[in-house]
Antibody, heavy 124, light 110 residues
Framework: EVQLVESGGGLIKPGGSLRLSCAASGFIFTNAWMTWVRQAPGKGLEWVGRIKSKSDGGTRDYAAPVKGRFTISRDDSKNTLYLQMNSLKTEDTAVYYC???????????????WGQGTLVTVSS | QSVLTQPPSASGTPGQRVTISCSGSSSNIGSNYVYWYQQLPGTAPKLLIY???LRPSGVPDRFSGSKSGTSASLAISGLRSEDEADYYCAAWDDSLSGPVFGGGTKLTVL
């Protein structure tokens, strides 16, 4: 059974940094493309970014609002995905979900497994 | 303001058929697959429809998707109380080089 468990959320002041983790199990993490999606309180879903598998180049893509501030990385030896968030703003307050990404040769908005999410609150 | 446009709300009575629309443009829906996600209250989203009209294993055939041009629709037949949820459409956007979502539709079962 595929499991994705996020951790690392919490309350942080504007301008601060936070690192989220996503522990994966039940599938071959090394081969997986992974994505972060967030949801502000009471709002809709927003793509944050993705990381390809190392065999597919390991490249990362980011949404415009987080580019230059957020970094997605992975440790395949630990089956763990990370989201390093720097220069946090109040508008980054959201539940952050990690997901498996079924993109490949064709780019897709297809995420078939989701974690339970971790809440990040940016407030002074 | 979401790139894909959905009605904010929809409703129906048990047993009815409801449809939720999703409107986009040539750079997203018009040239890429459409996906639908269901988010039950207090839970993570779940993939409901992929590649325009395919259902993942375990999704009842009461749920169906369609696409025409730059618009897509999700239909739910035989509406049940447990279908009360938020529904989101999504598609890759070639101009933005990333996926985009609709704003979500809150479905109420009366």
């Amino acid at each position: 059974e595929v499991q994705l468990v996020e951790s690392g959320g919490g309350l942080i002041k504007p301008g601060g940094s936070l690192r989220l983790s996503c522990a994966a199990s039940g599938f071959i993490f090394t081969n997986a493309w992974m994505t972060w999606v967030r949801q502000a309180p009471g709002k809709g879903l927003e793509w944050v970014g993705r990381i390809k598998s190392k065999s597919d180049g390991g490249t990362r893509d980011y949404a415009a609002p987080v580019k230059g501030r957020f970094t997605i990385s992975r440790d395949d030896s630990k089956n763990t995905l990370y989201l390093q968030m720097n220069s946090l703003k109040t508008e980054d307050t959201a539940v952050y979900y990690c997901t498996t990404d079924n993109s490949g040769v064709i780019n897709r908005a297809e995420w078939d497994h989701w974690g339970q999410g971790t809440l990040v609150t940016v407030s002074s | 303001q979401s790139v894909l446009t959905q009605p904010p709300s929809a409703s129906g009575t048990p047993g009815q058929r409801v449809t939720i629309s999703c409107s986009g443009s040539s750079s997203n829906i018009g040239s890429n697959y459409v996906y639908w996600y269901q988010q039950l209250p207090g839970t993570a989203p779940k993939l409901l429809i992929y590649s325009n009209n395919l259902r993942p294993s375990g999704v009842p055939d009461r749920f169906s998707g369609s696409k025409s041009g730059t618009s897509a629709s999700l239909a739910i037949s035989g509406l049940r109380s447990e279908d009360e949820a938020d529904y989101y459409c999504a598609a890759w956007d070639d101009s933005l080089s990333g996926p985009v979502f609709g704003g979500g539709t809150k479905l109420t079962v009366l």
